[in-house]
């Protein structure tokens, strides 16, 4: 399985080019798809992004899903509701070019905030492209929060 570790800032363009980080683009050499997947976050004020293999397989269990529940209809019209069908209409394929760039849309640098610089974050099997100044301003928060919540369990729990 493919996996992304670490923080990279990079230069967005004028051109909404950026480049992927070395060691993300080397997660997805093995990829038949030479690029990224990416959609807006339905949780955070970012970019949600993985390889072309990971959407594959969710659209896989997906229909493995609906098939093993006899749901034949359903694999047959698919479903308006679900949530893979929903981020499907979202993404945006994102060719690496020569360089190991990609070419942001406006729509997605818009729902990130993203303008000049972009920051990647690896999230394990996915990462997130954030906008620098709302990454650090969400990490500070999220290690304020995981630091309160690891004294708390200071009580021998």
Known sequence: MTSFLSTFVNKVDRKGRVSVPAPFRASLAADSYQGIIAYPSMTDTALEGFGRSMLEELNRRQL????????FEQALLGGSN????TIMAMAH??????EGRIVLPASLT?????????????RG???????PELFEDHQRDAVAALRARLANRGDGA
Do not use: C, H, Y
């Open 64 to 71: 493995d899903k609906t098939m093993s529940d006899g749901d």
């Open 82 to 85: 679900s949530l893979v069908n």
């Open 93 to 98: 394929e994102l060719p690496f070019d020569g």
């Open 110 to 122: 818009e729902a990130a905030r993203i303008t000049d610089r972009a920051t990647f974050v690896g």
């Open 125 to 131: 099997s996915r990462f997130q492209i954030w906008s």
